[in-house]
């Protein structure tokens, strides 16, 4: 059985089916409410680096926080971006699947998959 964890939040659609995906595949997993229990800096620097992505590509662009923040200025660095989503947990995008060392964003959820 493979061990999974995914970053979920309930109330997304997406979220929703790519963990009823992981348990049709009779996955072990580990579900993390990221609302309720935030991730902090080097988590986010250690799903970055697995999903071989930068702090901007997993944010939510579209949050009224993205365009509050101040977030879509080129000249951030990343650094700012990633305490920008320690700070506002929503911008991060979701679901986020763990398994095998690796990550997968689960949009569309069969993304996850590839990672089992």
Do not use: F, W
């Amino acid at each position: 059985m493979t061990q999974v964890t995914i970053i979920h939040n309930p109330r997304c659609s997406k979220s929703r089916q790519t963990l009823a995906l992981l348990e049709e595949n009779k996955c072990d997993i580990q579900v993390v409410e990221y609302l309720k229990s935030p991730l902090v800096k080097s988590e986010i620097e250690g799903l970055l680096e697995k999903l071989n992505l930068t702090a901007r590509e997993i944010m939510r662009t579209k949050e009224t926080e993205y365009k509050e923040q101040g977030l879509g200025e080129l000249n951030l660095t990343e650094e700012q971006l990633i305490r920008a989503i320690v700070k506002t947990p929503k911008l991060l995008e979701r679901p986020i699947v763990l398994a095998n060392n690796k990550a997968a964003i689960g949009r569309p959820p069969e993304n996850v998959l590839s990672i089992l």
